[in-house]
C-alpha cells in the first residue's frame, strides 16, 4: 500500500522526540559511550561524524555556562506496528553530554552529583559519578525507560518484546570553562502544566490564531473570514475581510501585534491568488475597536489547498517574521529567490531588513509547513513544522539555515541541512502554535489532540504531554496579561477559545 499524504487529521500514536532517550523506539544494539579509538570526540564537536565505520551526528547548544550536545547515531531501530515488530535504520537518540564546567556549578543538579530522583514527567533517574566508567570527573545518568529487547524465543528463533531496564542518557563532564563562556549560571525552570480550564468562548470556526492588543485579545476564525474578539464574555466581530478566500487549510490565518507598532494589527489570509500579509490601523476599544486602513505587506506567497503556513510574529528584534508553506511545490522550498516553503522576515512596514541573510526577505528556508513561532528568553527562535508521512519536527531556527525539505524529512546525515531538535510520527503531533514562557515551550498539536511541554535547561531534556484528548485537536496557545495561557481548538464544529491556569 502506498504511503499516504497527510496534513492535518488522524489518530494517536507515541512520541519520538530526540530530546530523551527511549520511549517507543529500541536500539538495536544501544550504542556505546564513546566509540573506542575515536578521531574525534563525537559527542562534543558539531557535525557529521564516521567514527569506526558508525555515523553520529551531533548538535550543541548554550547551557548556563558550558554547552549542551545532542547526539545521534544512525542505527537500526525496532519498533511496533500492529502486533508486529519491524526493524529499519534511522537516526536516533545516543545521549546528551555537557561539556566541560566546574564541579560547583551542578551542586543543585541531580546529574552532576551521585544519587537517584524521580523526573517531573514521572521517570526514575539515577546518577553515577568519578567511577571506573566515567573517569574522576564526570558523571553519567540513566532513566528507566519501556524498551524493546530481542530474546531467544522457545522455538530457537530470535523475537522481540517490551520490557522495562535502565537506559543510558547524559554526560556531565567536569573541568575549566571554555573561554567566552556567559558569566553566570542559568537557573532550571519549573515545569508548569495547564489546569482547570474555562470555556471563554465555543462554536467558533476553526480559530486560527489570537493576539492581545493591551489586555483584549482579538482572533480570527478560518472559514468565516472574521476578526473577532470577546468583550464581557460575548464574542463579537470587528471586521469581516471579504478578500479572504477559505479553502480546505487555507483562509483567514495569523495574527500578530508589534511591540513598538502598538496601533498596528498584522494578518495572514488567502485569496484566490495568493497567501499575503496586510497590516490594519487599530482604533478604539472593547465593541468600539476598529480596523482600518488596510495596506499590503507582502503579497504573492503560493497558495494551495494544503500547505499555506500562515504563522506570523514579532521577533525580539522587532522585525515581522512569516511563515509560508510548500503549497505543494516542492521545487520552491529549496529555491532560495521564492516565496514558499520558507521563515520571511520583514520590517513592520514590509520592506526587507538590511541583515537578511540573502538580499530578500528570506530568513530561513527548507520548509514544508511551519506551523508555529516562538523565542526562548535568550533569543532562540523556535518552529514547529508538520511533516509529511514520517516526521513532524521542532527546530531551532538560525540565520539563512537550510532544513532539507523536500530533500529531506526529519534528521539526516547531509551536512547541508540543519536537523531538527525533535521529531514525531505525524499521529502524535502535527504541531501547530508554539509559546515560550516561564522557562516552558508549549506546543499545540492538532492530529494527537494535546499539548507538549518541554522545559527549558531542563537536565533531563524531557518533553512532557498534558490535555490529551480532552479538548480535542489544538491549534494554538497564547500567553494572556493576566499570567494565564489561552488555547484555541479546532475541531472543525463547535471550536473554543479556553482558558488554563498554570501549576507553580
Not at 6 to 29: D, E, I, M, Q
Not at 98 to 112: C, Q, V
Not at 237 to 253: D, K, M, N, P
Amino acid at each position: 500500500m502506498p504511503k499516504r499524504k497527510r496534513s492535518h487529521g488522524g489518530n494517536v500514536k507515541s512520541v519520538r522526540a530526540l530530546l530523551f532517550a527511549v520511549l517507543a523506539v529500541a536500539l538495536l544494539p544501544l550504542a556505546q559511550p564513546l566509540p573506542a579509538r575515536a578521531e574525534v570526540d563525537v559527542y562534543t564537536t558539531p557535525g557529521t561524524h564516521n567514527v569506526n565505520g558508525r555515523q553520529w551526528q551531533t548538535s550543541c547548544v548554550p547551557y548556563s555556562q558550558t554547552e549542551r550536545c545532542t547526539t545521534r547515531i544512525w542505527a537500526t531501530t525496532v519498533v511496533q506496528s500492529g502486533s508486529r515488530f519491524v526493524q529499519r535504520n534511522a537516526w536516533v537518540f545516543n545521549n546528551l553530554t555537557y561539556k566541560p564546567s566546574p564541579r560547583s556549578l551542578w551542586a543543585n543538579n541531580p546529574l552532576g552529583r551521585p544519587g537517584s530522583w524521580t523526573a517531573s514527567d514521572g521517570r526514575s533517574w539515577r546518577t553515577e559519578c568519578d567511577t571506573a566508567i566515567t573517569g574522576g570527573n564526570g558523571c553519567r545518568s540513566y532513566t528507566r525507560s519501556r524498551v524493546v529487547e530481542s530474546y531467544l524465543a522457545p522455538s530457537g528463533n530470535r523475537a522481540h518484546r517490551w520490557t522495562t531496564k535502565w537506559v543510558f542518557n547524559n554526560i556531565v563532564r567536569f573541568g575549566a570553562l571554555q573561554p567566552g563562556t556567559p558569566g553566570s549560571p542559568t537557573t532550571p525552570g519549573t515545569l508548569r502544566l495547564p489546569t482547570g480550564g474555562t470555556v471563554l468562548a465555543d462554536g467558533l470556526d476553526n480559530p486560527w490564531s489570537l493576539v492581545f492588543v493591551g489586555s483584549q485579545p482579538l482572533f480570527t476564525q478560518r472559514d468565516r473570514k472574521t476578526i473577532s474578539t470577546i468583550v464581557g464574555g460575548r464574542v463579537s466581530t470587528v471586521l469581516t475581510i471579504s478578500a479572504v478566500h477559505a479553502e480546505a487549510e487555507g483562509g483567514l490565518l495569523g495574527l500578530a501585534h508589534s511591540p513598538t507598532e502598538r496601533d498596528k494589527l498584522f494578518v495572514y489570509y488567502t485569496t484566490t491568488s495568493d497567501n499575503r500579509v496586510v497590516s490594519y490601523d487599530i482604533s478604539g476599544t472593547g465593541t468600539a475597536l476598529r480596523l482600518t486602513n488596510p495596506h499590503v505587506l507582502v503579497s504573492g506567497i503560493p497558495r494551495a489547498r494544503a500547505h499555506n503556513g500562515g504563522r506570523i510574529a514579532f521577533g525580539p528584534d522587532g522585525k515581522l517574521y512569516i511563515a509560508t508553506g510548500d503549497a505543494n511545490l516542492r521545487d520552491q522550498p529549496q529555491d532560495r529567490s521564492r516565496l514558499a516553503g520558507k521563515i520571511l522576515r520583514v520590517n513592520a512596514n514590509g520592506t526587507r531588513p538590511s541583515d537578511n541573510p540573502f538580499g530578500n526577505l528570506v530568513w530561513s528556508y527548507g520548509h514544508r509547513n511551519v506551523q508555529g513561532l516562538a523565542w526562548g528568553a535568550d533569543g532562540t527562535m523556535w518552529a514547529s513544522e508538520l511533516g509529511q508521512n514520517d516526521y513532524d519536527e521542532l527546530n531551532r531556527i538560525t540565520k539563512g539555515g537550510n532544513y532539507g525539505w523536500p530533500t529531506v524529512e526529519g534528521a539526516s546525515n547531509r551536512s547541508e541541512f540543519i536537523n531538527p531538535v525533535a521529531t514525531w510520527n505525524p499521529d502524535e503531533a502535527s504541531p501547530s502554535g508554539l509559546l515560550w514562557k516561564d522557562k516552558n515551550l508549549y506546543m499545540a498539536a492538532l492530529q494527537g489532540q494535546r499539548m507538549w511541554v518541554m522545559l527549558d535547561h531542563d537536565p533531563a531534556g524531557t518533553m512532557t504531554t498534558t490535555l490529551r484528548g480532552s479538548p480535542g485537536r489544538l491549534r494554538d496557545v497564547v500567553a494572556a496579561p493576566d499570567g494565564s495561557i489561552w488555547v484555541l481548538t479546532s475541531n472543525n464544529s463547535n471550536d473554543e477559545i479556553i482558558r488554563y491556569t498554570l501549576t507553580s
